[in-house]
């Protein structure tokens, strides 16, 4: 079958499924295949329960109409999504970087949807079976489009962009994310920077954070940019305090005073500015712009205020890598309490530099005071310090609920395999 013909029964059936566990009458199923999964298997069950159709690429013992046949089920979804971002002629920004592309695409979102019929990834759908399933969400009323996409791997974005075609990209940063899979820092910016590519072969525009020398070298040759930051650009804007929700104050490129978010850190500001640019470019008036920050309250463990009792929890724990542990920390360092704790979970895709960079974080843990800290799991075992260690989340919990604290500061954070936020569960 046609991607052509394909695509006209995804017209008369716009919803499309790859786990049966989520199926709804009247999707179309899409049987993925992975290293330890094969869902052509569950192919014939899918549409027993309601499946219309399922797309398969393996033979199956059945002259069932339903089933549809391709050479790669992957390649037939991606091709598929291609097919129907053809046919909008609406703004699509792509999102990447190695922290805070999560923030940046709910922050611009959120903006561009208090004046545009806007469709986003939802959740955490980056990949190479999210960002076609994203694209496949849009519906025909689309204004515009915010996509994110995560990679850990060189030529990963260039792929997504092949069928994305986005017309405006942002790349947060570039740091020390995914080492393994990038082959070291130059590798993530040449992997991340695979989206400046695209918009320097196809005309786009790029939103650029001007204080960071190294995306304004990589920018070179995009003739469209905005730049934001906290000096020398077309939108400036500075912390006017983080204690411990930011706000920003701005001076040029908007007439708003200041912004006060709900946002924890203040290495939340680049996706503030990012946001208000992205705005303003888009002719979205002031006074929505300022509501829609200032209402925004983060959740999915990203830097999330909790309070329990007389405690209050930053819940960070969604991604963790060199890079934005260390913003965390500092940041938790800056907040004036007496008592704070810290409760840091192992860092992953690291490869050979995983123990070094774990130690380089105990050091820097090791130049400010507090109550406590405790490590949980990955190379924070191999480190040598004075702390607390514990193998897993659950081995954490056990000991923060014995602790019975009062007025307390908690940093919790790591990486989501290590699933640190279940130190706060009862």
């Given at each position: ?17 790859t ?28 549409l ?24 790669d ?29 999560t ?14 019929k ?34 850990n ?12 075609l ?5 790349i ?45 070298e ?41 912004i ?6 203040d ?27 200032e209402?925004?309250?983060p ?32 940041n ?65 919990k ?17 990486s ?11």
């Amino acid at each position: 079958m046609t991607i052509e013909n394909l695509y006209k029964l995804f017209l008369q059936y716009p919803s499309i499924q790859t786990d049966t566990r989520k199926l709804k009458t009247g999707d179309i199923f899409f049987a993925l295949k992975g290293p330890n999964f094969n869902a052509n298997n569950f192919a014939l069950q899918a549409l027993q329960q309601g499946a219309v159709y399922a797309v398969i690429d393996e033979p199956i013992d059945d002259n069932n109409n339903q089933l549809i046949k391709v050479d790669d089920v992957l390649i037939t979804l991606q091709q598929l999504a291609k097919h129907h971002r053809q046919q909008f002629k609406i703004p699509f920004i792509a999102i990447t970087g190695s922290n805070g592309k999560t923030t940046t695409k709910e922050l611009v979102s959120t903006v561009l949807a208090t004046h545009y019929k806007t469709y986003t990834t939802q959740g955490n759908l980056n990949n190479h079976i999210g960002v076609p399933l994203t694209l496949l969400s849009i519906k025909q009323d689309a204004e515009i489009a915010v996509i994110e996409m995560g990679a850990n791997h060189q030529k990963e974005i260039e792929s997504y962009c092949s069928y994305t075609l986005p017309t405006h990209g942002i790349i947060t940063n570039a740091g020390k994310a995914h080492l393994e899979g990038f082959g070291g820092i130059e590798g993530v910016k040449k992997g991340k920077g695979e989206l400046f590519d695209f918009l320097k072969n196809n005309n786009g525009t790029a939103f650029i954070n001007w204080d960071y020398d190294y995306l304004q070298e990589m920018s070179k040759g995009i003739n469209n940019i905005i730049k934001y930051g906290t000096h020398h650009a077309d939108y400036v804007g500075t912390i006017k305090t983080s204690e411990p929700f930011l706000q920003v104050s701005f001076s040029k490129g908007v007439s708003i005073n200041s912004i006060q978010t709900n946002l924890v850190g203040d290495y939340n500001l680049p996706n503030v500015l990012c946001a208000v640019a992205v705005a303003i470019y888009f002719n979205v008036p002031e006074e929505k712009i300022k509501q829609a920050l200032e209402n925004y309250t983060p959740s999915n463990s990203r830097s999330q205020m909790i309070e329990k009792g007389s405690n209050k929890i930053i819940l960070d724990a969604y991604n963790a890598n060199p890079s934005s542990v260390k913003a965390a920390i500092e940041n938790f360092a800056k907040i004036n309490a007496a008592n704070k704790i810290i409760m840091l979970g192992g860092m992953m895709e690291l490869g050979e530099t995983s123990i070094a960079e774990h130690g380089a974080i105990v050091n820097l843990i090791e130049q400010y005071k507090w109550k406590e800290v405790v490590l949980v799991g990955g190379n924070f075992k191999t480190t040598h310090n004075n702390f607390l260690y514990f193998n897993n989340a659950t081995e954490a919990k056990q000991w923060l609920q014995q602790q019975l604290l009062q007025n307390t500061y908690l940093l919790v954070k790591g990486s989501r395999s290590m699933q640190m936020e279940k130190v706060l569960e009862d």
